[in-house]
């Protein structure tokens, strides 16, 4: 099955930093890439996704880039703010039927310091 | 506001008993999904349904069951096979058309077994 890594575990960045989160897979046929933001006793919410058949995603001072070849893609965040600071979930994914298949990276805690 | 609710936030339960967790969305998707998060860990797929009266197991399906007999509902029992279920679960929704790939989660429910 697919497995995803995600690097590094904890990030602590200065406001007004670039931070950027690394993930890999290993299924060839995942075609499409979650990030997924998660607060203190919440659930995640999705903030950008990218698909295979895309290098590149920007919105706002996020940004997904995607290297199929490698099979690895990254989530930057540029000018960074203290409301960033949360745990990031990268994911890959493939259609079964009707449904689509998560498969989640370990997470990475941000942390913006003033 | 369309989305997904869980219920209850916080749930005790004794070693032994079985237990259910509630998951409501409004939001007309066909795709319902349950996942269990440890701490520091991603989240991992339990079961998943596609449609009314259908569902399948996901990576860690043993002891826990679901049904799906509405399409707005899909509760998850946490049986007393379950040799750790304490954890933190959360369930999440997807169309089956348009933009499937993307799921949406609820706020989760922290079962804790004592």
């Known amino acids: 099955g697919e497995n995803v890594e995600q690097h590094p575990s904890t990030l602590s960045v200065q406001e007004g930093d670039s931070a950027v989160i690394k993930c890999t897979y290993s299924d060839s046929a995942s075609n499409y890439f979650p990030w997924y933001k998660q607060e203190l006793g919440k659930g995640p919410q999705l903030i950008i996704d990218?698909?295979?058949?895309?290098g590149e995603k920007k919105d706002q001072r996020i940004a997904v880039t995607l290297n199929k070849t490698a099979k690895h893609f990254s989530l930057h965040i540029t000018e960074t703010q203290p409301e960033d600071s949360a745990v990031y979930f990268c994911?890959?994914?493939?259609?079964?039927?009707?449904?689509?298949?998560?498969?989640f990276g370990t997470g990475t805690r941000l942390q913006v310091t003033l | 506001d369309g989305g997904i609710t869980q219920s209850p936030k916080y749930l005790f339960r004794k070693e032994g008993q079985n237990v259910t967790l509630s998951c409501e969305q409004n939001?007309?998707?066909?795709?319902m999904y349950w996942y269990r998060q440890d701490p520091g860990q991603g989240l991992r797929l339990i079961y998943y349904s596609q449609i009314v009266n259908d569902f399948q197991k996901g990576d860690i399906a043993e002891g826990y069951s679901v049904s799906r007999e509405k399409k707005e509902s899909f509760p998850l029992t946490v049986t007393s096979a379950q040799k750790n279920p304490t954890a933190f679960y959360l369930c999440?929704?997807?169309?089956?058309?348009?933009?499937?790939?993307?799921?949406?989660f609820g706020p989760g429910t922290r079962l804790t077994v004592l």
């Open positions: 994911a890959a994914s493939r259609r079964t039927g009707t449904a689509s298949k998560l498969t």
């Open positions: 990218i698909r295979s058949n895309v």
């Open positions: 939001l007309n998707h066909d795709a």
């Open positions: 999440a929704s997807s169309m089956t058309s348009g933009n499937p790939d993307t799921q949406y």
